[in-house]
């Protein structure tokens, strides 16, 4: 990781570029993929991926919170040997990010969930495989065998259990519980943009995918060619709905059920590591880690669940200063873009960042190679500006380096 080969644009490297895939070689940035795959993707299926809800307020908060402070480098450090390598439940991985979880991968990127695990496990980054995925948990464990888990659970206990009996099943060491969807959001977004799930065929779908021949025939036709319809594989014990029909209604389970005590229930149950995402109250946090939860992500869901939630990054501080000082996992996502904003999260006492949208940009644009530059370009920014606010090491980056500044 320490050898990556994003380009440079104060130094390009002509040999890493000239590798490259010719559709990659002007991607300098995680923003230049999704600039890139708003043209490649389907209006209807981009909207879904880049939106959030209602307004898109917690969705403008979650890159705003990034300009509530400023680095104060420090000088002639010795940093030369510095490294992105970082401990984290138990494995050590190549560097202090990984590839968040996020559902239908595989509506927006051919094989999009294998694609991501696959390029997780080249750079040895960890990468969370969604509930709401379209690949079967147990390909996407076979592929990558460090791969987490990410599980909507409903609110039956029965369901719980017949769905971590299967996870387990698949190989699956650490197990991500999401407990801020009780309900779905309100994205009205998607509705404008003629999203749903499952898809409803039409007129206005067909046109748009006819409209983008790229995706429709690089990703649409090739999956169905291959691999016959997607189905929903991952909610339950069971394969779950279509992603295309007319009729067809997709089972949530009764989540708004959901209660510290079906927690408690999957601890009881669950004798890997224990994750839970979507944390933004201190107090939660606490619950949390008293139930026997080894770490947890706090998240608004990038926006996507309550609209006005509070950023991750604005509740970031006063989690980690409930929790005390210690090694607890905090991890935190939603918003995260640059480098620079993966070295905030760490000054701010974050052990971990996940990084969501831009891998599933990266994975529609260009496969899997797509997933490796975007880790490559996140990974060379994170090393390049440890050295400007003189830092060896992830675990390196301080509050102390940090100025808030007012609006």
């Not at 029965?158 to 190989?171: H, P, S, T, W």
Request: net charge positive.
């Amino acid at each position: 990781m320490d050898d990556v080969a994003a380009p440079s644009s104060s130094a390009p490297n002509a040999n890493a570029a000239k590798k490259l895939p010719r559709q990659l070689r002007c991607v300098l940035s995680l923003d230049d993929f999704e600039d890139a795959a708003r043209r490649f993707l389907p209006k209807p299926i981009f909207a879904y991926v880049s939106g959030g809800c209602e307004t898109n307020r917690s969705l403008r908060a979650n890159r705003s919170a990034f300009e509530d402070y400023a680095w104060v480098p420090r000088v002639l450090v010795d940093t030369a040997a510095r490294t992105l390598a970082t401990p984290l439940l138990g494995h050590r991985y190549a560097a202090p990010f990984g590839i968040a979880p996020m559902g239908i991968s595989a509506l927006s990127a051919y094989r999009g969930d294998l694609v991501q695990a696959q390029a997780a496990a080249a750079a040895n980054v960890p990468m969370i495989l969604s509930g709401t995925s379209l690949i079967p948990m147990e390909d996407v464990a076979r592929a990558n065998p460090h791969a987490w888990f990410q599980a909507y659970v409903p609110g039956e206990p029965e369901r719980i259990l017949k769905l971590l009996d299967r996870v387990e099943r698949a190989g699956f060491g650490t197990l991500v519980v999401t407990v801020d969807t009780p309900v779905s959001g309100n994205r009205e977004n998607n509705i404008r943009a003629g999203f749903s799930t499952p898809l409803r065929p039409g007129l206005r779908l067909a046109l748009d995918g006819i409209t983008h021949p790229g995706w429709l025939c690089k990703t649409a036709l090739r999956t169905l060619l291959w691999h016959g319809m997607p189905h929903f594989e991952n909610s339950q014990a069971s394969r779950g709905a279509p992603i295309l029909s007319s009729s067809v209604m997709r089972d949530f389970g009764a989540r708004d059920h959901l209660n510290w005590e079906h927690l408690a229930l999957i601890r009881k149950r669950w004798t890997g590591q224990l994750v839970v995402k979507g944390i933004l109250d201190p107090r939660d946090a606490l619950l949390a880690r008293e139930q026997g939860a080894d770490g947890i992500i706090v998240s608004n869901h990038g926006g996507r669940q309550l609209d006005g939630a509070a950023s991750p990054m604005r509740m970031l501080p006063k989690v980690v200063e409930a929790l005390g000082d210690g090694d607890y996992p905090v991890m935190i996502d939603s918003g995260f873009r640059r480098g620079n904003d993966v070295l905030l999260a760490l000054a701010l006492g974050a052990k971990f960042v996940f990084v969501g949208r831009p891998f599933n940009y990266a994975g529609a644009v260009a496969g899997e190679a797509g997933v490796r530059h975007a880790i490559d370009i996140l990974a060379s920014e994170i090393m390049r500006n440890m050295a400007l606010i003189g830092a060896r090491s992830p675990s390196g980056v301080s509050r102390s380096q940090l100025v808030e500044q007012k609006p």
